[in-house]
């Protein structure tokens, strides 16, 4: 890892005059997937010899180890890191299992350092432990089954159509429109309440007893691109499909609805070939990596460094 750009964030700590030195400190490096981010937290946090909070949505679940890029075992012996197969895959995690989560890790590392280093490229995780998680109504289980039958029985695109015709403000927004659970979220949402899930999603920030400096890593979009194809050809010969064949009769579960999975999926049911496969997430990887630049970029607060390849 390039010295370089640790000294770099060395300086934005040492000159932001907005941290209070009295109090700790968390690291939150972000960024899309592929772009060095596990190397780069690795190094930062041996320089302050403390230990790192993921915050992947997905690297959490105990059954999911090649298709989310976990972090070897190498590297997760250099480095103590916290919400790293954690969990199972039946068991429901969102931004309020993980906040709650994360700052109980933060106030862990916080016992033995002043530092602590959190990597990971689900914005929402991120948001949610920087800014606090928005309390959501209760929802009337009668309603939540309602909704689940109905999409299991017309599926993805009346459930699409749904969204769109109820909760148009959430439809235009969100970058998730083919994950069935946070549609059939926000559709319960308005339905149940008459407003638009967006709305419960503008809560005012609370303010955290740590100071918060984020580190955006990008680099060149045909670099990423190229990284991003070549990790996507390694998980294939490090056993991707036997991975994904041996979650097959879980395919259903929530976990599973991400890229590297469903498009295997689709080829075990004979949809696709695997080679078609593949390409799908290749594509669909550098699609989600782009939404990923759109989120972060939108955050003022993020620093950015743009690494070389080799980084």
């Not at 209070?20 to 060095?36: F, K, Y």
């Not at 970058?175 to 319960?188: I, S, V, Y």
Request: hydrophobic share 40%; net charge neutral.
């Amino acid at each position: 890892m390039d010295k370089t750009n640790i000294n770099k964030v060395l300086a934005l700590l040492s000159n932001s005059s907005d941290f209070d030195a009295n109090i700790p400190t968390v690291i939150v490096i972000v960024g899309p997937t592929a772009v060095g981010k596990t190397a780069f937290a690795i190094a930062l946090a041996q320089h302050f010899n403390t230990q790192i909070i993921s915050a992947d949505s997905r690297q959490c679940y105990n059954e999911l180890s090649i298709g989310v890029a976990k972090p070897s075992t190498d590297e997760l012996a250099a480095v103590k890191h916290y919400f790293i197969g954690t969990h199972s895959i039946n068991q429901e995690v969102n931004a309020g299992v993980f906040e709650k989560y994360a700052l109980d890790a933060a106030a862990q590392i916080f016992k033995s350092n002043t530092v602590a280093v959190m990597v990971g490229g689900t914005g929402l995780y991120i948001k949610s432990f920087c800014e606090g998680i928005d309390l959501m109504p209760a929802i009337d289980p009668a309603l939540r089954n309602k909704i689940i039958e109905d999409y299991e029985t017309n599926g993805i695109k009346w459930l699409q159509h749904q969204v769109a015709a109820n909760d148009p403000i959430y439809w235009k927004s969100t970058h998730e429109k083919n994950n069935p659970q946070r549609l059939m979220r926000a559709l319960e949402m308005v339905l149940a309440t008459g407003k638009s899930i967006t709305e419960f999603q503008s809560a005012q920030k609370v303010t955290r007893p740590f100071n918060i400096l984020k580190v955006g890593l990008s680099m060149p979009r045909e670099i990423l691109n190229e990284r991003i194809n070549n990790r996507v050809d390694a998980m294939m010969e490090d056993g991707l499909l036997e991975e994904v064949k041996g979650l097959l009769p879980m395919a259903h579960l929530n976990a599973l609805q991400t890229v590297g999975y469903q498009e295997i999926f689709a080829h075990l049911r004979g949809e696709i070939s695997l080679q078609e496969a593949v390409l799908q997430i290749k594509q669909h990887t550098r699609q989600y990596a782009k939404r990923q630049m759109t989120w972060f970029t939108k955050d003022t607060a993020v620093n950015w460094l743009e690494l070389e390849s080799k980084s």
